[in-house]
């Protein structure tokens, strides 16, 4: 997964800065409550009932580290069966419906040794151990894993609450979408809009799959068909949450404004993390009108040093790109910030930009020996070449990671103020900070 990552990354080429103009106003939903400020992260009995940044991060960053580990796992499962006792007990018929986090944690307590030796799987004996409330995996879909986007949908009775999640860039297919950056044009109605080609394609184009013996389907499809039975016969009236990181992240924004613009939920909330850019300036106006609806909400979680969400080669070509939602930025040297559009204004950091030219550098000095007609392209020394990249391509992988995002939420300072808001009230921050700015246009 490393080596994929770093691929991902080098073939990216830096740029700059994105910038937003916006100004409007927000219908402020009913079921919002004020939460008293606090100066410690509360624990989940003193939050239940809250639906705060505190609770919603808590919950949806769980959710993208059990899709990222959790199909891992039943990928070595799959395998090679006679590694695990019961392998049955994390793979469910249609028939059997859903399964909870307990009955989970029951399988990795008894598989503890081969879940831990395991780089991408060892952190579910730390994510499942001792998981409280009524939580149950209603669908996780990771047949096709390298052919197909990963997903899984998960249901909470305590919160209310049903979360989609989409796992992160973790097959060569994967890379592929991450870096078909040509934009798709899309018109609903009469709104217009371009998008990243490989994000749309791997949720709206026709896939493998067929539903009972009919024609193919896409993905989009079968996720949302999949909520819609959720949503009507076992969950009426819950929140709706779309969440993922990276690639997962991408396709958590893109799915979670495809829903939204169906109106058939009150609203959706999106919280993505380190999710590269999904679609172009048309694409944040049509994001803009359906959060006047109060159709769509999203927290869009980065570090601050995180080079996917800043490289616009990454999230979709050069120029024109642009994020959606409000910022939660992550730091490691100090207490997270709330960006609002109007002021974000994403940075390439400065690894990434020393990574490239010495991991060029190296590619180059290598192809050489077999290809000598590159030898005339300017390089740096191997050594110090090859030394530059392995740090910065370590900082790199550190500050992307799920494990990176989950430890600066937790962070050692003090927590500001908007970790305890709910997400209609990071909105109406946002709607009286451009106001204040006083800057204009429509929102």
């Known amino acids: 997964m490393t080596f994929r990552l770093l691929l991902f990354v080098l073939v990216s080429t830096a740029s700059g800065f994105v910038s937003h103009s916006?100004?409007?106003?927000?219908?402020h939903p009913s079921h919002t409550t004020k939460i008293k400020k606090v100066f410690a992260l509360p624990s989940v009995q003193e939050v239940k009932t809250q639906v705060n940044v505190v609770n919603v991060v808590n919950a949806t960053l769980r959710a993208s580290r059990l899709t990222y580990s959790f199909a891992t796992l039943r990928k070595k499962a799959r395998k090679d069966p006679d590694l695990f006792v019961d392998t049955s007990d994390i793979f469910i018929s249609e028939d059997e419906g859903f399964f909870t986090?307990?009955?989970?944690?029951?399988?990795i307590k008894k598989n503890q040794a081969q879940v831990e030796e395991d780089e991408d799987t060892k952190d579910l004996t730390v994510l499942l151990d001792g998981i409280k409330g009524n939580s149950r995996i209603r669908s996780f879909d990771d047949e096709d894993q390298d052919?197909?986007?990963?997903?899984?949908?998960?249901?909470?009775?305590?919160?209310?609450?049903?979360?989609?999640?989409?796992?992160?860039?973790n097959s060569k297919n994967d890379i592929l979408v991450d870096l078909?950056?040509?934009?798709f044009p899309v018109k609903v109605d009469d709104t217009e809009y371009e998008v990243h080609n490989g994000f749309r394609n791997y949720l709206k184009k026709e896939t493998v799959e067929q539903t009972k013996g009919g024609p193919l389907v896409?993905?989009?499809?079968i996720i949302s068909d999949e909520l819609d039975n959720i949503m009507e016969n076992y969950c009426e009236g819950f929140d709706i949450y779309v969440t993922g990181h990276s690639l997962g992240g991408a396709l958590a924004v893109y799915f979670g404004f495809k829903l939204a613009e169906t109106e058939k939920y009150g609203v959706v909330n999106v919280v993505s993390y380190a999710s590269p850019y999904v679609g172009t300036d048309s694409f944040k106006d049509a994001f803009r009108t359906l959060e006047r609806k109060n159709k769509l909400r999203h927290i869009r979680v980065s570090n601050a040093n995180d080079c996917i969400p800043a490289n616009p080669c990454i999230g979709g070509g050069v120029g024109g790109f642009k994020h959606a939602g409000v910022n939660l930025q992550l730091r490691n040297t100090g207490p997270a910030r709330m960006n609002y559009e109007g002021v974000e204004k994403e940075r390439l950091p400065f690894s990434f930009i020393l990574f490239v030219p010495a991991a060029a550098s190296v590619l180059i000095k290598v192809l050489s020996i077999?290809?000598?007609?590159?030898?005339?392209?300017?390089?740096?020394?191997?050594l110090p070449s090859a030394l530059v990249a392995y740090v910065t391509a370590k900082l790199i992988l550190d500050n992307h990671g799920v494990s990176e995002y989950r430890l600066r939420f937790e962070n050692k300072f003090e927590n500001p103020d908007f970790y305890y808001q709910t997400i209609e009230e990071l909105y109406e921050e946002r709607l009286n900070f451009l106001k204040a700015l006083k800057i204009t246009g429509e929102i």
């Open 147 to 169: 052919d197909e986007l990963v997903y899984g949908i998960a249901i909470n009775r305590e919160f209310k609450r049903v979360i989609v999640s989409f796992r992160g860039t």
């Open 22 to 27: 916006v100004n409007n106003c927000f219908s």
């Open 180 to 183: 078909d950056g040509r934009r």
């Open 101 to 107: 986090l307990a009955e989970i944690a029951t399988f």
């Open 218 to 221: 896409t993905k989009f499809k």
């Open 370 to 382: 077999f290809f000598g007609f590159l030898s005339f392209l300017p390089t740096f020394p191997l």
